[in-house]
């Protein structure tokens, strides 16, 4: 079976669960805390191996502690990780959530999740790969410069594309994410981010400037579900699926997943957004991006069931 190969950051993720969020020069305490894998194209790698698709991960890491859990625990998931690179020049980025059932607030270190560049993927690893997926354009500084060329070099090898873009941290949203698209299949904005990006506060409308050339949009509305443009133009969405939330964290990376899960496998265009909303909501059942991440059986089980 080909790989879906994914190309980005690797971080764990230290999650600390409550109802308040801290104020400058304030404590505040929290019910739960986990360390767990996290970053936006590790957990949609994650969900992608939890699906039963053969994944392969292009990446970087420090030589340290971080770095060695991020990694062990993608192996221990059946994804091939030969080609991440463990760099003693670098310390491996962690993110700190702190996180609600409503919403969450996130503190980033970079570190390696910038260090990554386009000419680190060689046109041979696309070979046995069918699709190439990207999360985090903005965090990723090193790799954004080369992106559109990494897309381009992935679509001549017989590769399709998608891109999530995550939250620009500058909030400039700058032009050259539209030019990256004309190589992309599939973008994965969720509803802040198609706002930012299109200027404008209508998802309808931000779908629709979005529209033409080959890129495929998928907007991620939270509790709303999805949205996209049909092949006529009406805009299809899709709701979310009710269940008792925990965490939020990485939902929209597990919504990527449960979609090209689907997409690759040729279902039809609302079908796959039915895999990307259920698998999104299924997410949020435990702390942590990875913890609750569904199964194909559980997908098709809730997909079966009153949304």
Not at 107 to 119: D, E, K, M, P, T
Not at 268 to 276: A, H, V
Not at 283 to 298: C, H, K, N, P, V
Request: proline share 4%; charged share 25%; aromatic share 6%.
């Amino acid at each position: 079976m080909k790989s879906v190969l994914v190309v980005g950051e690797i971080n764990p993720d230290l999650i600390l669960r409550g109802d308040r969020f801290p104020a400058a020069g304030k404590e505040v305490l929290v019910d739960d805390f986990v360390m767990t894998l996290g970053s936006a194209s590790a957990i949609c790698a994650m969900g992608l191996a939890r699906l039963g698709d053969a994944v392969s991960f292009i990446g970087k890491v420090g030589a340290d502690p971080w770095g060695a859990y991020c990694v062990e625990t993608m192996a221990g998931a059946g994804i091939d990780v030969s080609r991440i690179v463990h760099d003693p020049a670098l310390k491996t980025g962690v993110t700190v959530s702190i996180t609600s059932s409503r919403d969450r607030a996130l503190v980033s270190f970079i570190g390696a999740i910038g260090a990554l560049r386009a000419a680190d993927v060689a046109d041979g690893d696309f070979a046995g790969a069918r699709h190439l997926h990207v999360s985090s354009y903005f965090l990723q500084e090193g790799l954004r410069p080369g992106c559109r060329s990494l897309f381009a070099r992935a679509r001549a090898a017989g590769l399709t594309t998608s891109l999530d873009p995550g939250f620009d941290p500058s909030e400039r949203w700058a032009g050259d994410l539209r030019e990256t698209l004309a190589e992309v299949d599939l973008f994965f904005p969720n509803e802040v981010e198609v706002r930012a990006i299109t200027g404008t506060d209508a998802v309808p409308d931000a779908l629709r400037r979005l529209a033409g050339g080959r890129t495929r949009t998928i907007a991620k509305l939270g509790a709303q579900g999805c949205a996209t443009l049909a092949d006529d133009g009406r805009v299809l969405q899709v709701p979310s699926y009710s269940v008792e939330a925990v965490d939020t964290t990485g939902a929209g990376d597990s919504f990527n997943a449960g979609f090209l899960h689907a997409w690759l496998a040729r279902r039809p265009l609302e079908e796959c957004l039915r895999w990307g909303a259920v698998c999104g909501s299924l997410s949020t059942r435990g702390l942590g991006g990875i913890a609750r991440q569904a199964s194909a059986e559980e997908a098709e089980r809730r997909l079966r069931s009153p949304a």
